[in-house]
């Protein structure tokens, strides 16, 4: 990979045009506005399909960062791994991921401090299209402005690894930990809901054993649920919706949901 990593699912899942992007995003985020009254955010879960599907939902996580914008410098971002088949976690090689927004500087020094853990490898391969990463990078540079990225795919990692990774990271206070997950996927609109609230159920438990069926990101939700940095939050249902109550397909949905963990 070059020493940046561009944009791969723009003009797809979010506007190509720079202007057309932030208004977008700041459009999502002003509607979406939140009167969550909690302590500043230590992690996200967010889900990570086309704005125009779930773009409402994540915007109601994202707008809560803006009260504490001046205290991230730096950013956990862990997805899962759709485009290669990934035993461990994935880290890249780049200085920088790249949107139309902009250049993300890459924490090289956080990176190093987890390239030697088990399970973890720099395997550019698994990054260069991957949207689960991507598509929370806009969101991040229009509330956030500048912070340094620590992006980590995760593929079939054992809870303990990926939560190795997250306390080793959670050391440093101005670190905010997003989590890329989707949940049900192409039930009915109603074993759907059925489905994602049990999950919904699970995540506020801090459960530790989703399953794929639950979320596309199990294993990165499991993994942080699995940290000592996790133990000491609290987890609040922010949305909960379908691809359905979008485009009004009711067959075959996809669910989104957003959390928000202080």
Excluded: W
């Amino acid at each position: 990979m070059n020493a940046v990593r561009e944009a791969a699912v723009a003009g797809l899942f979010y506007p190509e045009h720079p202007a057309r992007l932030r208004r977008a995003v700041t459009h999502l985020l002003a509607r979406n506005e939140s009167t969550y009254p909690g302590p500043p955010p230590r992690a996200l879960i967010v889900p990570h399909a086309g704005y125009v599907y779930s773009g409402d939902v994540a915007a109601r996580a994202y707008g809560l960062l803006s009260a504490s914008r001046a205290h991230v410098r730096r950013v956990v971002l862990l997805g899962p791994a759709h485009r290669v088949r990934l035993a461990g976690m994935a880290i890249p090689s780049a200085s920088a991921f790249a949107t139309p927004l902009g250049r993300i500087a890459l924490d090289r020094a956080g990176l190093a401090r987890i390239a030697d853990l088990p399970g973890v490898v720099v395997a550019d391969d698994a990054h260069r299209f991957e949207h689960s990463l991507e598509v929370q990078l806009p969101f991040l540079q229009v509330v956030l402005g500048t912070f340094d990225l620590v992006p980590v795919a995760v593929g079939g990692a054992a809870p303990e690894r990926v939560a190795a990774v997250v306390d080793t990271l959670a050391e440093q206070p101005d670190t905010l930990f997003v989590l890329s997950s989707d949940l049900s996927h192409f039930l009915d609109y109603e074993h759907a809901r059925e489905a994602d609230e049990r999950t919904r159920d699970k995540i506020l438990a801090h459960s530790t054993s989703l399953t794929g069926e639950d979320a596309c990101g199990a294993g990165v939700i499991n993994g942080f649920m699995c940290s000592r940095a996790a133990a000491a939050l609290s987890v609040e249902l922010l949305e909960l919706r379908k691809s359905g109550d979008t485009t009004g397909d009711r067959e075959r949905v996809v669910g989104y949901a957003s959390f928000v963990l202080h």
